[in-house]
Nanobody
Framework: QVQLVESGGGFVHPGGALRLSCAVSGDTVDNPVMAWFSQGPGKEREFVASIGWSGRGTYYGGFVKGRFTISRDNNENMLYLQLTDLKPEDTAVYYC?????????????WGQGSQVTVSS
C-alpha cells in the first residue's frame, strides 16, 4: 500500500500559477512511477504527467503544452506539480498517483485530490 496526500490547490486567476505537492508514504520498495491526473467538472479523469523513480524521465499529456512541470524529491518523499499560465479549462481536481508502467502508470494508488479553480 502507498499513501498519498495532496496539498497546494486553490483559486487562481487566468495566467496565474500554483504548485501542488503530494506527500508519499508506505510501501515504495517497488519504486513506483509517480504521476498526476486531473478530473474536470463532468469529465473523465485524464493523465497530466508522470516521472520515473530516479526523476530523470518525465512525460506529459498533450494538453500541458509546456505549462506544467512534474518533479520529485525522494529524500523528502514528495512529488510536485508546478502549474503555470493557468487557464479556466485547467479547473479540476488534481490527483497524485503511484503505480506501475511507463509512461502512464496502471493499477495506481490514488490520493484524495486537490481542487484547482481558475477563474476571473
Amino acid at each position: 500500500q502507498v499513501q498519498l496526500v495532496e496539498s497546494g490547490g486553490g483559486f487562481v486567476h487566468p495566467g496565474g500559477a500554483l504548485r501542488l505537492s503530494c506527500a508519499v508514504s508506505g510501501d515504495t520498495v517497488d519504486n513506483p512511477v509517480m504521476a498526476w491526473f486531473s478530473q474536470g467538472p463532468g469529465k473523465e479523469r485524464e493523465f497530466v504527467a508522470s516521472i520515473g523513480w530516479s526523476g530523470r524521465g518525465t512525460y506529459y499529456g498533450g494538453f500541458v503544452k509546456g505549462r506544467f512541470t512534474i518533479s520529485r524529491d525522494n529524500n523528502e518523499n514528495m512529488l510536485y506539480l508546478q502549474l503555470t499560465d493557468l487557464k479556466p479549462e485547467d479547473t479540476a481536481v488534481y490527483y497524485c498517483a503511484a503505480g506501475r508502467g511507463w509512461p502512464v502508470p496502471k493499477d495506481v494508488f490514488w490520493g484524495q485530490g486537490s481542487q484547482v479553480t481558475v477563474s476571473s
